[in-house]
């Protein structure tokens, strides 16, 4: 496989490790932000002073949303919780690591640094000027890519992982603009199934507890349905049809922490609405992060940074 070049040209690159990580992308969503934080949290877990920066570009929102989630970090204590300038990027000097999520157009701007390179689905065929990437990770990989490597870049792959995919029961109250009827215990875990509750009760608990972690929709009335559910531990119950259920409920989901939201809509266009949710989720989260550092623990990613 040929790889050409395009884009921005950039200083040289030392080729010696660096404290500096720069993780990066040609294209929005392609787990950047996952892979950056499972990096400065593997430096972390060595024990070495680590933070967290994302350098505002063309995603606006969402690179905000991702320094916010940096600024949360425990194990990087002192990660900016919003977005920073390129010129306030610098080697961090000593035994630190400083771990940068940035778009490929601002690597200009950057000192030299270690680059890793996020593409989704297959290994890029094109490489922006002057980027000489450590590793190359491919995250949503439906097959294994025909090079094993790029260059001297190590091609990591991450197959479609559920886990990653999972998406947050903040993002369902969005997606479906729902009233929260119950807010749990205040845990915003991560879902990755949406099940919809069966016709009879009857059959509702053992199909329920084939499903890990999991939003159970049901409709507002079925209340054998609704206990059923919340034996099977749910994260999440999502009520349809716009109306205020049992008592009984209620006093379920208090007791035992689930949220529980209710839908302005019927069953099917609820489910209509959630159409994607997948796709559209967010990286946040410990389960998330607990399952990229695991996939990347497991890879060369680390040894070919070198740090």
């Known amino acids: 496989m040929t790889f050409a070049t395009i884009g921005v040209a950039l200083p040289a690159l030392k080729d010696v490790p660096v404290p500096l990580v720069i993780v990066t992308s040609s294209t929005p969503g392609a787990g950047k932000t996952g892979v950056a934080a499972a990096v400065a949290r593997h430096y972390a877990y060595q024990g070495k002073a680590v933070r967290l920066m994302r350098l ?28 920073t300038a390129a010129g306030d990027v610098k080697d961090p000097g000593g035994d630190a690591v400083t771990v940068v999520e940035a778009n490929v157009e601002s690597l200009a701007a950057l000192p030299a640094a270690a680059i890793v390179l996020v ?20 995250t949503d990989a439906a097959g294994k890519p025909a090079a094993a490597a790029i260059g001297d870049a190590a091609v990591v792959v991450l197959g479609e992982d559920r886990k990653l995919g999972g998406f947050s029961v903040g993002e369902v109250r969005t997606a479906l603009n729902a009233e929260v009827l119950v807010p749990g215990d205040g845990s915003e875990t ?105 996939l990347l623990e497991a890879s060369p990613l680390f040894g070919s940074l070198g740090l």
């Open 56 to 83: 505002a570009g063309a995603e606006g929102e969402r690179a905000s949303d991702d320094a916010a989630y940096f600024g949360s970090l425990s194990f990087a204590p002192g990660s900016a919780a919003t977005v």
């Open 119 to 138: 593409a989704r689905d297959e290994p890029p065929k094109q490489l922006p000027a002057g980027v000489t990437p450590k590793a190359v990770v491919v």
């Open 190 to 294: 991560t879902c990755d199934y949406l099940v919809v509750a069966p016709i009879s009760s009857d059959a509702g608990q053992p199909y329920f507890r084939r499903f890990q972690t999991k939003a159970v929709v049901v409709r507002f009335d079925k209340t054998d349905q609704h206990l059923a559910a919340m034996k099977a531990d749910p994260e999440c119950l999502i009520l349809t049809g716009g109306r205020r259920p049992s008592d009984y409920l209620f006093d379920a989901a208090t007791a035992n922490g689930v949220p529980v939201l209710l839908s302005q809509t019927d069953t099917e266009n609820t489910v209509i609405a959630l159409e994607g949710i997948f796709d559209r989720t967010r990286f946040q989260g410990d389960r998330k992060l607990d399952r990229m550092s695991d």
